[in-house]
């Protein structure tokens, strides 16, 4: 079975290398980072007893669920944050995206790992 915080060391192994890289690979990171923390609470819903969250409107439903949970809001806070810095990414190439946007997400997607590894 696939390990999703991979993707989380993958994307610090690339904001780790040369700062010169191409904007291309700030892009890649902040991806990579978001879905690793995407997935993580996805599957941390499941195994807290949410029905399988698939199929439309799930990065909505996932979100939907942390914020059910009262110890979980700033993890959606932050889970939705990321969103909107992943969709800059994937989506927009009229407004450049920066090293500094990507080390955002790493940051963030570490702490939502973190938490949800500390919640009961």
Not at 37 to 50: D, V
Not at 52 to 75: C, F, K, N, W, Y
Request: with cysteine; charged share 30%; aromatic share 8%.
């Amino acid at each position: 079975m696939f390990e999703w915080n991979d993707y989380l060391e993958v994307a610090r192994g690339l904001l780790a290398s040369s700062p010169t890289l191409p904007e291309a690979t700030w892009r890649t990171v902040a991806s990579r980072a978001y879905y690793s923390a995407f997935h993580k609470c996805r599957e941390f819903l499941e195994q807290q007893g949410h029905e399988p969250i698939r199929g439309e409107r799930v990065h909505a439903r996932v979100l939907e669920g942390l914020r059910q949970r009262s110890d979980m809001e700033l993890t959606a806070l932050d889970l939705d944050r990321m969103r909107g810095k992943r969709a800059h990414a994937d989506y927009n190439s009229a407004r450049e995206f920066h090293r500094s946007d990507a080390q955002v997400i790493v940051t963030l997607a570490a702490e939502v790992k973190q938490r949800l590894v500390n919640s009961p």
